[in-house]
């Protein structure tokens, strides 16, 4: 697979729980969009998104995006959205990386290889990357990342970590 294409909100998120560095460990051929950038750039200038997007190390990530096909307009999502999944369109080898349900329901619909937020945190954790999966997402929960008790626990399940007698999440 050619690397990961990702949106703002799996940045943003990374970020606020200190796990960006996750990303050139799990796919060093990563790319963000040019709208994906230029969204994150229009946040707090101390947000951790903007200062690991403006390194040089990861300058050169930031891609140029094909027009978005027509058909993609009628799904109504924003500029981010719509340029990682029209880069993923024109590449049958990547994976897009986005959080947003309408996003995720388009790459469902037209079989682009799908991660979310959660998701790269779950292969951090199978590759070794992260020992507990837990503490992150109570931390996501605790950013904001408005992740349902059902997608915690079942990302808790994924990840080997519901036997474990840890139950960080409320009932």
Not at 55 to 74: C, G, R, W
Not at 99 to 120: E, I, N, S, V
Not at 146 to 152: I, K
Request: charge should be negative.
């Amino acid at each position: 697979m050619k690397g990961w294409i990702f949106d703002a909100s799996p940045l943003i998120l990374l970020g606020k729980i200190d796990q960006l560095h996750l990303i050139e460990t799990l796919s060093p051929e990563f790319r963000v969009p040019k709208p994906v950038a230029e969204e994150i750039l229009q946040g707090p200038p101390n947000d951790a998104a903007i200062k690991w997007l403006t390194a040089e190390s990861n300058y050169n990530h930031i891609v140029d995006t094909p027009k978005a096909p027509d058909f993609l307009a009628q799904w109504d999502l924003g500029s981010g959205e719509a340029a990682v999944l029209s880069l993923g369109l024109s590449e049958n080898d990547a994976a897009v990386v986005l959080d947003d349900l309408a996003a995720r329901k388009f790459a469902t619909t037209f079989q682009l290889p799908l991660l979310g937020t959660l998701g790269l945190l779950i292969r951090a954790k199978q590759q070794g990357s992260v020992h507990q999966l837990a503490p992150l997402i109570s931390h996501l929960d605790a950013v904001g990342a408005n992740l349902s008790q059902a997608v915690m626990t079942h990302a808790l399940k994924l990840a080997g970590e519901d036997g474990n007698g840890i139950n960080i999440l409320p009932p």
